[in-house]
Structure formats: structure tokens, C-alpha cells
RNA sequence: GGACCCGUGGCCUAGUCUGGAUAAGGCACCGGCUUUCUAAGCCGAGGAUCGGGGGUUCGAAUCCCUCCGGGUCCGCCA
């Protein structure tokens, strides 16, 4: 929708931005006619009508009540002081509407030219200025990642691709959490009990191997007063600050998350950087931090331990109490979390955080402390939990689906399906194209979704391969890798050629990827993407169907390759900013 | 008790921020399409009081209020 906002995104090169040129030019257009009958400027959003009546249009009401006539009338008098320009090329009234139409052949020169300029980097926006620091995925290593956490790695991973393409300098960091009183019992556990004290492990990963101590040490923590006493003795040991003791534990917590990143990596997941909450100790950060907090006017005690009242910042509830200290003056992890944005500010310009909605209030109330700091605010993104059909996935309970497990199905799944369709391929290349399309389907069936809405996991349909999923998209990307492949090289072709209805349909939404870029980069919503990839894959498929490519005549041919290469560029962009391999043939 | 999030055909989702012209897809079910660039595709059929009610507006899935249902959170844990 051409809002005025997005003519005012200036980081935005509208030369390769085909979408944004054609809204600039309504909104011009527009401007003046509704001038030249002394009516004020009012902004109406462009929207997009059903395509018998036009490409683009906009209301007459509000300018109708303004100047105390028919909306019909205001749109019958304005259409015809709309003239053709580069890309409107009418403008006509219908029931208080205008409705523009667009220049199929002006729109195609534009967008293939884009196209052609900037080649696989086509919906990148300008590079700017503003770094931004994005945490994601951030789970406590304790034990293998399951699907009920799964969404925090893709949603963030997506959004990542998606802000990198939108042209902003970005890190991602993982914040290990290596301290607390969970890592102190998994560090008991593998260093009191023996493998034959503990349930086997699932596998030999790192993650699955180390869990079962864990497992084990909080049952015996639970029912063991002298295992509980242990661990009490070590808790204090540690929150006095024991450095030796503090390294080991992170060890074997470095040991939990390697093969935790093996499964991320596995599902195109990686990082920039890690920050271990241990070194925030270590490196004594924590401390100044605890004597700006205490130095806050609003800042109480409480037998030694100091808090903030929320309550006069809009928090309500049983308890308004947000502690900072424990009693004995060791910091609780707000204070550390904290510490860590203010760190994390001397690194950047915006800090995003990609948060479980279980964390909802724990960022207000840091955002509460940043602001009475007078530090700088984080952002956050939201998103809710996948749950089992039975109820949510607990790793102390053990019942989860773990990723590792869902990503081996998914695969064989995919390979099954290779094999039915594509018998004649090697093994190797089946195996390979089986990995594509299973890790593809279960990211997508994440992405595709708004982060805050929830997700009941269900195999049938983390594994399902048509219709709106990732092998649909897939599978229209390989589909023109096959007639390029199969075209060799052209030349440009002449795009007024491009007359067919699908082929201007399809030309629509290959012009607006810049746009949905940098849409869904602005608003942090990485299903807007999934959403375009899916009606560039549908639009390709109907432009399939209606318009042979390779048997047309040569100009016509040339044209055509054309636009199947730039719905490539557009696809494999598309598939790239949520993390989807797009494999050349499937 | 309070705060926040979600509620769209049998199931899942887009549209909600930025109110507009007959609410858009997918799954499932039923019926079709392959001497033509990969049928993981395409076409057709049925199926929706957009949770209920009120309000604002020329116009509400969209904004406001309220109720109902589901979820999350309110530790000197992290």
C-alpha cells in the first residue's frame, strides 16, 4: 500500500525499486489533481483493487466529505485530471473510487531493468548506516533444543537474512547462559554421577549425551537432601565468586552448546558471535552496574536486597517488586541482563532481541531500568510458543520433540518423496536434494506464520511437502532453473512483448520484492516474506501453465527467459531471507 | 486478583499496524487435467454469523468499550 510512509523510508534507492516508483508516481499524479480542484492534499493510502478495475486506487470519501460532495462525483471529476504518465497509463472512476492502471509494458522495462542492473542482489536496499546487534536463539544449554523452542532460531535467523538485505550492518549474537543455579546442578550431575547412574542417552551428540545428568541432578536435588546440600554448597561457591569453578561449569556448558549449534547449523542457522553471561561476571561488569542501579532515587531495600516498585510504571499484579540484588548483594539476573544491554549498546546503534512471550514482562521491566539509566532502549520481538496437541513440550519432563529428531524425519520423509518422483537420480544427489526439502519444510512451516500467534505442532504438517510449503517454493525455483538451463543464453528481450495476463501478473510481484523487503525488514515480520514467496511461486506456476517458453518464437522466446530469470533472482532472494535452500532441481 | 498475547470455512493460515468496493490462500473431501519447458503442478465443486455484544464511521475482520474462550506472566530462579 503506498502509504506517504513509504515514499519517506529515504534509505530506499527508488531506481531499484521499481514498486516504489510507480506509488511516487500515483502519488504525484494525485496530488496535483486533487489540488487543481482545491481540494487539500489529504493522504489517502493506495490500495490494490481487484484487477478488472484497475491496478492501483484510492477512496474519494474523505475528500468527498471534506469538500461536501459525492464521493462519485469528487472521483468522476478527478480521474480525468490524472494524465499518463511513465507508468500510470488511465485513470477511471467507479463508485467513489479512481482506479489507476499501470503500464504493463513500462512497469516490465522498469522492473526487468532493475533486474538486469542489480542481478542477484535485486531487493536490496541501501546500505545504511544504523548497526544493529540482533540476539536470537539464546537457549540455556542444558540440553538439546526441541521444536517447543524452535521458532526463536528461525524467526530469528530470517529476520537477520531479511535486515542484511535490507541493507542493514548486522551481527547476530547468541547469549549463552552459563550461569545459575541450572548450570550448577548440570555441572554435578556430570561430575557426581556415573554413565550407569543416569537413563542412556539418545545419542552420542553432545547435547543428548550431557542430558540424562541433568535430568538426573535435578531429581536427586529434588528428593536427596545431601545431593541438595551439594549442590547449595556449590551454589554459594560459585556466587562468591570461585573463578575456577565459574570455568568449569562454562565448560561444560561450551560442551552442550556445540552440539546444540550442530543442529542450527544443520537447519542454516549460525552466528556472529557469542556472549557468555559468565564474563560478564568475570570481567567484573556487573558490579558498577549494581552501584548505578542503587544510586536511583527510586531504587529500595529490602533486608539488604535492593528492588525497583514497578508499579508507577504501569505494572500491575501480585507482586510490583522487580529485584536487582539478593540480600547478600550478589546480582540477581536482571542486573546482569542489564549489564549486558548496556555492553551491548557500546556495540551498536540497535539492539533487537528475539524473545519468547514468556518474556513480556521481564523486558518492560528492563526497559524500565534502561530508561531511568538514561541508556538507550532495546527492541524486542515476540513470539509464542510451539506446543505439543497434548499440552507444551518440557525438557525436564522429557516431553519434547527434539530438533534433532524432527529434522531426521523430515529429511527421510523428503527422501521417500525423491525417490517416488526422481528414481532415475543418484543416491548422492537424491540425499542431497532430501536434505534441502526437509530442513526447507520445517523452517517454512515456522516463518510463514506471525510470530505472536501459537503453533500446535503436528507432524502431518511440519512434514507436508504441497501446497503452501517450502517445496512449492522450491519446486517453482527449479522449475526455472529447468527452462534456463534448458534455454542457454539470451539476450534481453523486448518486455512490451510481455502482454499475456500472467506474465504481467507475475511482473507485478517481481517488482514488488524490493518493496517486501523492506517492508518486512521495517516491521521485523518475517512471514510478510514467506506470504510474497508463496504468490511468486503460484503466479509462476499459472504464467507455467499459459506460457511456453522454449517453443516460442524467438523474440517472444527472449523475452520470456527473461522474465523467468528474474523471477530466479526473486525466488532464490526470497527462499535465501528465510533461510531456505533452493535447490537447482528436485 | 491484575497485566499482556491470541480467537478468520471441518483443520491451518494471510489480511489487522496504515478502516474502504463480492473476506484471500492452503490442508482435507469430491470431480477433472500429462504425446507440450519437472504433476512437489494446474482447473473445477462444496464449505465463513471474521469468538459474542455494543460503539465510532459514509464504510469495521481491521479502531474503541465490554463479555466469553485459549495462552503467557506477576521468585532475593534464570
Partial sequence: MGSPRSSDTGWRDVARDPWAAVLAEAESLRTRAVLSLSIPPIPVPFEEPDETLGDLAFACFVYAKRMQQAPDVIASRLAPLIPRGKFIASATATGGYVNLRVDPAALASETLGALRTA???????????????????????????????????????????????????????????????????????????????????????????????????????????????????????????????????????RQILSGILQTLDRIGVAFDRFFWESDLILQGKIGPVIERLKALPVVQQEDGAYYIDMAPFGVKGRETKWFLTKRDGTSLYPTRDIAYHIDKFTRCDLAITVLGENHRLEYEQLCTALKLLGERLAEAVFYSYVVLPEGKMQTRRGRIVAMDDLIEEAVARAQEEVRKRRPELPESQMREIAEAVGIAALRYNIVRVQAEKKITFRWEEALNFEGNSAPFLQYAHARTRGILGKGGPFEPGDPALLTHPEEARLMKLLARFPHVIGKAAESRRPHEVATFAYDVAAQFNLFYRDCPVLTADPPLRAARLGLVDGTRIVLQGALDCLGLPAPHEM
Avoid at 526441541?146 to 532460531?153: E, S, T
Avoid at 552420542?204 to 541438595?228: C, G
Fill in 119 to 253: 542481478g542477484e542482489a535485486y531487493g536490496a536496499g541501501e546500505p545504511g548506516k544504523e548497526r544493529v546487534l540482533l540476539e536470537h536463539t539464546s537457549v540455556n544449554p542444558t540440553g538439546p533444543i526441541h521444536v517447543g523452542r524452535a521458532r526463536n532460531p528461525v524467526i530469528g535467523d530470517s529476520l537477520a537474512r531479511i535486515l542484511r538485505k535490507a541493507g542493514f550492518p548486522l551481527t547476530t549474537e547468541y547469549l549463552v547462559n552459563d550461569v545459575g543455579r541450572q548450570m550448577v546442578l548440570l555441572y554435578w550431575g556430570v561430575t557426581h554421577l556415573k554413565p550407569s547412574d543416569v537413563a542412556p542417552p539418545q545419542s552420542a551428540k553432545e547435547d543428548h549425551a550431557l542430558l540424562p545428568y541433568y535430568v538426573k541432578a535435578n531429581e536427586l536435588a529434588e528428593n536427596d537432601p545431601n545431593v541438595n546440600q551439594e549442590v547449595e554448597a556449590l551454589i554459594r561457591a560459585f556466587e562468591g565468586g570461585d573463578a575456577d569453578l565459574t570455568k568449569a561449569i562454562s565448560s561444560v556448558s
